[in-house]
């Protein structure tokens, strides 16, 4: 026995997608229905637990022994369902997932939509879904089916024989995935990251459950008083209405297409009296600050902490991962510097004091999502983070020597682009100091070929910024830059050779090969982006582009145009990826476990008196594939999760 190929179906009554499978399979009322697995892609066993039938001991005792490889398509929550069955968590290792499996060659993310796409000979079954949703989940109780709020095998056993059959078809088809793409196997460098993710899952992050619990007393309860003072001022039976904000705004002199948050901040500043406060309320009330309380609030499992927060290779362009449940990887800033004592306020419930304090509320609680997560008892957070990786990765792939320069003598980059585009000294809060904010925007938005519009994107007219200023911004950062500009052109030109001979090629250490109709490119890491299905095309301007297969923007599988300095992003923000993905492997042999990390930050759960120092060194160690990269990280140590 080498391979288990495995799939289940389970009930429970909680909502699996706002719980996520951690809580889900803690449920009071979670059941393991039918196990259907396949020994060394051999015939599917499909094992009914609701009729008596058990899972073969050696099967039982294959899912905790790591020579043995369990594969599931997304493999977590069939090994935290089974961890529940079992009675123990089970170690990751051993399992592999072939949704990552997909992930790596740029496949979609869903097993119906894999199958599609590779053409499957068997494929998933799209009755299942009404037959997962039938025995499932729970039943709304009606007097045709006598009140009860569960359906049973015995209530439609046809319905049941579908059903084991569509497990087993399922089971058939993750196989088949894998004998498809056996071609491409996942380096076993990456499931041991898969391994340590899944490690960070099961780990879990503790929430402040009173804070949680008063944060959203508190925004029910200023929401009501935002409304009610809406409702007074404009004799509206719902001014949160749109259409009747609009019509009494007209009404009031203020012609208005749009209320959304933009378009109603630029009309509160040429608005007074009445109008102006309404227009302020409906700023306060669109404000959705309390979502991701309530996310945490669903998700919470019996130990008090929120579970599989992150997925792994969730990002298929780059590797990176995704968040989930409270998705992490997008919370709001803070920036309140009596942040702690707010916090306290809130979990108080001193709500009037908050009020007399703060013009918004529902701002300060959205400042207050992060702090939410908290270490637990006699540990603290030991928060690192690399600084400004990505412009040290782009610095040191397309040897710009200046910008190495400056990191290397941990010199402000803001300061040192502004003085590289305008020719002379810029100092921070010093000499010529203004134009450090001109060179910071044109960091922030041009590294990846972006122009003007990348500008206005980044908020450089909300900045003060004239449309006039733009175009000469964007020239005088790309003169400052040429090493940059001519990486893009040498990666566009490294991977259209390689798509129209099928011939490797090779720029700034990094190899472009053609293989089974799909373009990779292997990072100095060693680890490969794939690019589906290339070709050669004119885009909408006239000019030659590259498209490949992937995943759109509207989230359906189609032809998508890239170009070199798009290449270029996938590949610094890929290596900035493998960067943090092995320092926190470093970081969890040292003894120092992550219990969550957003974009180039991890989160340490460690006994208090720990050395932050120790941790910034081994995260700043270098691989061997680094040679010339000059990383820098901080960080600080706090009770609570902040932006620091």
């Given at each position: 026995?080498?391979?288990?190929?495995?799939?289940?179906?389970?009930?429970a009554?909680?909502?699996?997608?706002?719980?996520?499978v951690?809580?889900?399979?803690?449920?009071?009322?979670?059941?393991?229905?039918?196990?259907?697995?396949?020994?060394?892609?051999?015939?599917?066993?499909?094992?009914?637990?609701?009729?008596?039938?058990?899972?073969?001991?050696?099967?039982?005792?294959?899912?905790?022994?790591?020579r043995?490889?369990k594969?599931?398509?997304?493999?977590?929550?069939?090994?935290?369902?089974?961890?529940?069955?079992?009675?123990?968590?089970?170690?990751?290792?051993?399992?592999?997932?072939?949704?990552?499996?997909?992930?790596?060659?740029?496949?979609?993310?869903?097993?119906?939509?894999?199958?599609?796409?590779?053409?499957?000979?068997?494929?998933?079954?799209?009755?299942?879904?009404?037959?997962?949703?039938?025995f499932?989940?729970?039943?709304?109780?009606?007097?045709?089916?006598?009140?009860?709020?569960?359906?049973?095998?015995?209530?439609?056993?046809?319905?049941?024989?579908?059903?084991?059959?569509?497990?087993?078809?399922?089971?058939?088809?993750?196989?088949?995935?894998?004998?498809?793409?056996?071609?491409?196997?996942?380096?076993?460098?990456?499931?041991?990251?898969?391994?340590?993710?899944?490690?960070?899952?099961?780990?879990g992050?503790?929430?402040?459950?009173?804070?949680?619990?008063?944060?959203?007393?508190?925004?029910?309860?200023?929401?009501?008083?935002?409304?009610?003072?809406?409702?007074?001022?404009?004799?509206?039976?719902?001014?949160?209405?749109?259409?009747?904000?609009?019509?009494?705004?007209?009404?009031?002199?203020?012609?208005?297409?749009?209320?959304?948050?933009?378009?109603?901040?630029?009309?509160?500043?040429?608005?007074?009296?009445?109008?102006k406060?309404?227009?302020?309320?409906?700023?306060?009330?669109?404000?959705?600050?309390?979502?991701k309380?309530?996310?945490?609030?669903?998700?919470?499992?019996?130990?008090?902490?929120?579970?599989?927060?992150?997925?792994?290779?969730?990002?298929?362009?780059?590797?990176?991962?995704?968040?989930?449940?409270?998705?992490?990887?997008?919370?709001?800033?803070?920036?309140?510097?009596?942040?702690?004592?707010?916090?306290?306020?809130?979990?108080?419930?001193?709500?009037?004091?908050?009020?007399?304090?703060?013009?918004?509320?529902?701002?300060?609680?959205?400042?207050?999502?992060?702090?939410?997560?908290?270490?637990?008892?006699?540990?603290?957070?030991?928060?690192?983070?690399?600084?400004?990786?990505?412009?040290?990765?782009?610095?040191?792939?397309?040897?710009?020597?200046?910008?190495?320069?400056?990191?290397?003598?941990?010199?402000?980059?803001?300061?040192?682009?502004?003085?590289?585009?305008?020719?002379?000294?810029?100092?921070?809060?010093?000499?010529?100091?203004?134009?450090?904010?001109?060179?910071?925007?044109?960091?922030?938005?041009?590294?990846?070929?972006?122009s003007?519009?990348?500008?206005?994107?980044?908020?450089?007219?909300?900045?003060?910024?004239?449309?006039?200023?733009?175009?000469?911004?964007?020239?005088?950062?790309?003169?400052?830059?040429?090493?940059?500009?001519?990486?893009?052109?040498?990666?566009?030109?490294?991977?259209?050779?390689?798509?129209?001979?099928?011939?490797?090629?090779?720029?700034?250490?990094?190899?472009?090969?053609?293989?089974?109709?799909?373009?990779?490119?292997?990072?100095?890491?060693?680890?490969?982006?794939?690019?589906?299905?290339?070709?050669?095309?004119?885009?909408?301007?006239?000019?030659?582009?590259?498209?490949?297969?992937?995943?759109?923007?509207?989230?359906?599988?189609?032809?998508?145009?890239?170009?070199?300095?798009?290449?270029?992003?996938?590949?610094?923000?890929a290596?900035s990826?493998?960067?943090?993905?092995?320092?926190?492997?470093?970081?969890?042999k040292?003894?120092?476990?992550?219990?969550?990390?957003?974009?180039?930050?991890?989160?340490?759960?460690?006994?208090?008196?720990?050395?932050?120092?120790?941790?910034?060194?081994?995260?700043?160690?270098?691989?061997?594939?680094?040679?010339?990269?000059?990383?820098?990280?901080a960080?600080?140590?706090?009770?609570?999760?902040?932006?620091?």
């Amino acid at each position: 026995m080498k391979i288990i190929s495995i799939d289940i179906e389970t009930y429970a009554s909680a909502n699996l997608g706002k719980t996520g499978v951690y809580r889900y399979a803690a449920s009071a009322d979670f059941e393991l229905l039918l196990f259907g697995y396949a020994v060394d892609f051999g015939a599917v066993q499909v094992v009914d637990l609701t009729q008596g039938e058990q899972i073969p001991d050696d099967i039982l005792q294959a899912l905790d022994d790591p020579r043995i490889i369990k594969s599931a398509f997304n493999a977590q929550f069939e090994r935290v369902c089974l961890s529940r069955f079992a009675g123990h968590r089970l170690d990751p290792s051993g399992w592999h997932c072939s949704r990552v499996w997909s992930a790596t060659l740029g496949l979609p993310l869903s097993l119906k939509d894999v199958g599609t796409v590779l053409g499957l000979d068997k494929q998933k079954l799209t009755a299942g879904k009404e037959l997962v949703k039938y025995f499932c989940t729970p039943c709304t109780p009606t007097k045709a089916n006598h009140q009860r709020t569960r359906n049973f095998p015995y209530h439609a056993p046809d319905k049941w024989q579908d059903f084991k059959y569509y497990n087993q078809r399922d089971v058939e088809v993750e196989m088949e995935i894998s004998q498809k793409l056996r071609r491409y196997p996942v380096p076993q460098s990456e499931w041991e990251l898969y391994w340590m993710d899944q490690r960070i899952n099961d780990r879990g992050i503790e929430i402040d459950q009173t804070l949680v619990k008063n944060a959203i007393t508190c925004d029910t309860t200023f929401r009501e008083h935002y409304l009610t003072k809406s409702q007074k001022l404009t004799g509206l039976e719902n001014p949160n209405s749109p259409i009747q904000l609009k019509n009494w705004l007209n009404e009031h002199g203020v012609q208005v297409d749009s209320l959304a948050k933009a378009a109603v901040s630029d009309l509160v500043q040429n608005t007074t009296g009445d109008v102006k406060e309404v227009l302020n309320l409906r700023q306060l009330l669109s404000k959705s600050s309390i979502k991701k309380y309530v996310a945490m609030q669903n998700a919470i499992c019996p130990d008090g902490r929120v579970h599989g927060l992150l997925q792994f290779y969730g990002a298929t362009r780059t590797g990176r991962w995704t968040g989930r449940l409270v998705q992490v990887q997008n919370l709001p800033r803070n920036s309140l510097p009596e942040l702690q004592a707010v916090r306290e306020l809130v979990k108080q419930g001193n709500f009037e004091i908050l009020g007399m304090l703060y013009d918004s509320v529902p701002d300060v609680l959205s400042q207050l999502i992060r702090t939410a997560f908290i270490p637990k008892a006699g540990c603290s957070f030991y928060v690192a983070d690399f600084s400004a990786v990505e412009a040290r990765v782009i610095a040191w792939l397309s040897g710009e020597a200046w910008r190495q320069k400056a990191f290397a003598n941990n010199k402000d980059i803001y300061c040192e682009s502004a003085s590289q585009m305008f020719g002379v000294p810029v100092v921070k809060h010093g000499i010529n100091g203004e134009l450090r904010q001109k060179g910071k925007i044109a960091e922030l938005a041009l590294g990846y070929g972006g122009s003007v519009g990348a500008l206005k994107a980044m908020g450089a007219t909300k900045m003060g910024l004239t449309d006039d200023e733009l175009p000469p911004l964007v020239s005088m950062w790309r003169e400052a830059s040429p090493k940059i500009v001519q990486f893009w052109w040498d990666v566009d030109k490294a991977a259209k050779d390689c798509i129209r001979t099928h011939l490797p090629t090779k720029t700034h250490g990094m190899n472009f090969t053609y293989q089974g109709n799909c373009l990779f490119i292997e990072l100095r890491s060693g680890r490969k982006l794939c690019y589906p299905q290339p070709k050669i095309g004119i885009n909408r301007f006239g000019s030659e582009s590259i498209t490949f297969m992937g995943i759109n923007t509207v989230k359906k599988w189609g032809r998508i145009e890239t170009y070199g300095a798009k290449l270029v992003e996938n590949i610094v923000q890929a290596t900035s990826r493998d960067l943090l993905a092995l320092a926190m492997q470093r970081l969890e042999k040292a003894g120092y476990p992550s219990v969550m990390h957003i974009h180039d930050e991890t989160v340490i759960e460690a006994p208090s008196g720990k050395s932050l120092d120790d941790i910034i060194a081994i995260m700043t160690e270098t691989p061997a594939w680094t040679k010339g990269l000059i990383l820098n990280a901080a960080g600080f140590i706090g009770n609570f999760y902040q932006k620091d």
